[in-house]
């Protein structure tokens, strides 16, 4: 009965550098989200896969930001060339499908950008 | 205007003490609605779903006006245990949920 998985927990990494950020959702679960919460706001959606569909990419906030879901589970958020405002708390979650259904969080990944 | 707004707080609560708060939506045709709870480093965690009239679950109700495109969250007899932050969450006609802010309660003893 595991829940969702993130990796790392926690990074730091010098501006201008890349980062792969790891989730592993509930299995059985069709929907995966990618969210980035900086500091005191709100949840912001980045990017959303369902099944076989092509992504939902409408929230990524620029082409430095990319994600891969393989075989319909395990996701990689990879931000490139770093820089300082991308530090935040990125969040993935998932659920049974793309219906209003209740979304299941991971801990989260918190990215530092020094 | 934000598709999703909160009062950001945040409110300051006598335990005991009963507290509500609201969140306004833009879009007239979302469908559902959701309240989430978020601890201090902590990821969101549901707290209620709101259909149609609203709904209660012990100390928590949560309620909905689509003419004013409102839902509130009551809570009553507040415990120092639910001092976090609340995410009113609204699932909007393009298939997305679409999270508010948040505002944060904190609950003195």
């Known amino acids: 009965g595991a829940g969702v998985s993130q990796s790392p927990s926690n990074k730091v990494t010098e501006k201008g550098k890349d980062v792969e950020l790891r989730c592993d959702p509930i299995s059985g679960h069709t929907a995966l989200y990618w969210y980035r919460q900086s500091l005191g706001q709100g949840l912001e959606f980045l990017i959303y896969f369902q099944g076989n569909s092509a992504p939902d990419k409408s929230g990524l906030p620029s082409d430095r930001f990319s994600a891969e879901r393989t075989g319909g589970s395990v996701s990689t958020l990879t931000i490139q060339r770093t820089q300082q405002e991308d530090s935040a708390v990125y969040l993935c979650?998932?659920?049974?499908?793309?219906?209003?259904?209740?979304?299941?969080f991971g801990p989260g990944t918190r990215l530092l950008v020094l | 205007r934000k598709e999703v707004e909160q009062d950001p707080g945040p409110f300051n609560v006598p335990e005991g003490a009963t507290v509500a708060f609201n969140c306004t939506y833009s879009n007239s045709a979302s469908q559902s609605f959701f309240w989430y709870r978020q601890d201090c480093r902590k990821e969101p965690k549901l707290l209620m779903s709101?259909?149609?009239?609203?709904n209660e679950d012990g100390r928590f109700t949560a309620q909905l006006n689509r003419a004013s495109q409102y839902i509130s969250l009551l809570i009553r007899d507040s415990k120092l245990s639910d001092s976090a932050t609340y995410l009113c969450v609204v699932w909007d006609s393009n298939y997305q949920l679409i999270w508010g802010a948040g505002t944060k309660l904190i609950i003195k003893p």
């Open positions: 979650a998932s659920s049974i499908d793309r219906g209003p259904e209740t979304q299941y």
């Open positions: 709101v259909y149609s009239s609203g």
